[in-house]
C-alpha cells in the first residue's frame, strides 16, 4: 500500500531564507507526486505535482519540488520566504499506471511559520 | 469560474443527531470526491463518484454514512447518527476527467463539523 511521510509536522523560518518541506513516499512503483497548500479555513490549493519528465517541477508562488526516486522523495522547496506562505502544506501520492484511481493519498501535514 | 462550493460551512450537532453536507462541484468535473479531514492530520477520501456512480466507498463507514449524487452533479453527503468522533472537517474535490490520477482535484472550503 502507498504512504506518505512528512518529515516534521511544524517548520518555522525567517523571512527572506530558505523554505524546505519535506516528503518521503512508499511504493512499489513512481507514483504522481503532489503538494497542496491550506490556508486556515479554506480548501485545498494545488501547488505544484509531477507525473512524468523533468523530475525538477516548478510551481505556483516561487514554490519547486524535485522528485528523487532512488530517494523516494518529493521535498518542497522555495528559495526566499514570505509572510504570506504562512500555512498548512500537505504532499500527496496518487497511484500511477494500472493503478490509477486518482485517489490521492495524503501525508500528515507541515505547518510552516514564517517569522518577521 | 465558480470553484467548489460546499454548505454548511460550520455546523454544530449533538451526539446521535444527524447531519448533511451538500456539494456543488466545478461545472463539467465528472468526478467529485468527499474527504474527511480529522484535525492536525491530512484529508482521507471517504468516497469518490464518477458521474453518478460511486466507484470507490471502500472508506466510507457504511453503518451511518450514506452520500448520493443524483445526476451527477451536486452531491450530499448525510451521517446519521453522528458520534463524537465525527467531529472533523469534510472536504468535497472535483476533478475534470475520470481514471486519469494525474488530474488536479480542486477542493472546496469545507464544512466544519462539531459534535457535542
Known amino acids: 500500500a502507498q504512504s506518505v511521510t512528512q518529515l516534521g509536522s511544524h517548520v518555522s523560518v525567517s523571512e527572506g531564507a530558505l523554505v524546505l518541506l519535506r516528503c518521503n513516499y512508499s511504493?512499489?512503483?513512481?507514483?504522481?507526486l503532489f503538494w497542496y497548500v491550506q490556508y486556515p479555513n479554506q480548501g485545498l490549493q494545488l501547488l505544484l505535482k509531477?507525473?512524468?519528465?523533468?523530475?525538477l517541477v516548478k510551481g505556483i508562488n516561487g514554490f519547486e519540488a524535485e522528485f528523487k526516486k532512488s530517494e523516494t522523495s518529493f521535498h518542497l522547496t522555495k528559495p526566499s520566504a514570505h509572510m504570506s506562505d504562512a500555512a498548512e502544506y500537505f504532499c500527496?501520492?496518487?497511484?500511477?499506471?494500472?493503478?490509477?484511481?486518482?485517489?490521492?493519498?495524503f501525508g500528515q501535514g507541515t505547518t510552516l511559520q514564517v517569522k518577521p | 469560474e465558480a470553484g467548489v462550493v460546499q454548505s454548511p460551512r460550520y455546523k454544530i450537532i449533538e451526539k446521535k443527531q444527524p447531519v448533511a453536507f451538500w456539494c456543488n462541484p466545478i461545472?463539467?468535473?465528472?468526478?467529485l470526491y468527499w474527504y474527511r479531514q480529522n484535525l492536525g492530520q491530512g484529508p482521507e477520501l471517504l468516497i469518490r463518484?464518477?458521474?453518478?456512480?460511486?466507484?470507490?466507498d471502500s472508506q466510507l463507514p457504511k453503518d451511518r454514512f450514506s452520500a448520493e449524487r443524483l445526476k451527477g452533479v451536486d452531491s450530499t453527503l448525510k451521517i446519521q447518527p453522528a458520534e463524537l468522533g465525527d467531529s472533523a472537517v469534510y472536504l468535497c474535490?472535483?476533478?475534470?476527467?475520470?481514471?486519469?490520477?494525474?488530474?488536479?482535484?480542486?477542493f472546496g472550503p469545507g464544512t466544519r463539523l462539531t459534535v457535542l
Open positions: 474535490a472535483s476533478s475534470a476527467a475520470g481514471l486519469s490520477g494525474n488530474n488536479e482535484q480542486f
Open positions: 511504493s512499489s512503483v513512481p507514483p504522481y
Open positions: 509531477y507525473t512524468t519528465g523533468a523530475t
Open positions: 500527496a501520492v496518487s497511484p500511477s499506471g494500472a493503478g490509477n484511481t486518482g485517489k490521492l493519498i
Open positions: 461545472s463539467g468535473h465528472n468526478t
Open positions: 463518484y464518477e458521474n453518478e456512480e460511486a466507484v470507490d
